[in-house]
């Protein structure tokens, strides 16, 4: 493997998200947030009034997109589907709703993990997900699983104002056939219930280091 991957796993509001930007931005890596890829298509198949419950019509319609995925000026990823950018609507209910029976459909998966493994063809990348360490790059040695109880994840959601009911999500995800939400074997876990964003990054700056992580020499945060 010529670039890094570092994953970072975890269920819905675990915080992984801002943890996993943050150390990309620390490190100067690519941020792939792959969530958002499987929102993009969610949004898709809502536009085009198919039934997100209808497998087959998902598959289809996604065949049919133009997928674009790239990264912007900071470094984050960006998808266009059908050169339409659908950044804004990715965090209305109705997405939260659907998003994860749009993600249990093999082909989907399939064309948007084909996206998620041409980040790493052209760069060192942290890569945030639910299938990353298991499934996407199984053979990374640098992955996380960054947890929360159940309680502190609906308090960070409300506090975002956002309706969704992430139990009901986390359930689906974790028992659906096709890489399901799962800790893989080798993933370092991380419980973020009491700690800051800057404490979990610093946790796994010093786990990495512990592995013997080639640390960038741009790293613009270390562990005390
Ligand atoms: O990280 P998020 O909450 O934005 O993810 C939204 C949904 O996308 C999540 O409920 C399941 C799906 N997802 C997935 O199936 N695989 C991934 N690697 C990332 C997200």
């Not at 139990?167 to 991380?190: G, K, T």
Request: hydrophobic share 40%; with cysteine; charged share 25%.
């Amino acid at each position: 493997m010529s670039h890094v991957v570092i994953a970072i796993d975890g269920p819905a509001a675990s915080g992984k998200s801002s943890v996993a930007r943050a150390l990309a931005h620390a490190f100067g890596f690519a941020y792939v947030n792959t969530g958002a890829m499987y929102r993009a298509a969610t949004w898709l198949v809502l536009q085009k009034g198919v039934d997100p419950a209808d497998a087959n019509a998902v598959a289809a319609t996604m065949d049919a997109a133009r997928i674009e995925c790239g990264l912007d000026a900071s470094h984050e990823s960006v998808i266009r589907l059908d050169g339409e950018d659908p950044a804004p609507h990715l965090r209305d209910p109705a997405i939260n709703q659907h998003v994860s029976a749009v993600s249990m459909v093999p082909r989907v998966r399939e064309l948007l993990v084909a996206r998620q493994r041409a980040y790493h063809e052209q760069g060192n990348v942290v890569m945030e997900g639910r299938d990353i360490g298991s499934a996407v790059f199984p053979q990374t040695p640098y992955k996380f699983y960054i947890d929360a109880s159940p309680d502190v994840r609906a308090q960070r959601r409300s506090a975002q104002g956002e309706s969704d009911s992430i139990a009901a999500r986390d359930s689906v995800d974790s028992s659906r056939r096709n890489s399901p939400l799962m800790i893989a074997e080798d993933a370092q876990v991380i419980d973020s219930s009491r700690l800051t964003i800057e404490g979990v990054v610093g946790e796994i700056i010093g786990r990495l280091k512990l592995k013997d992580f080639p640390m960038p020499a741009t790293a613009r945060l270390t562990r005390a």
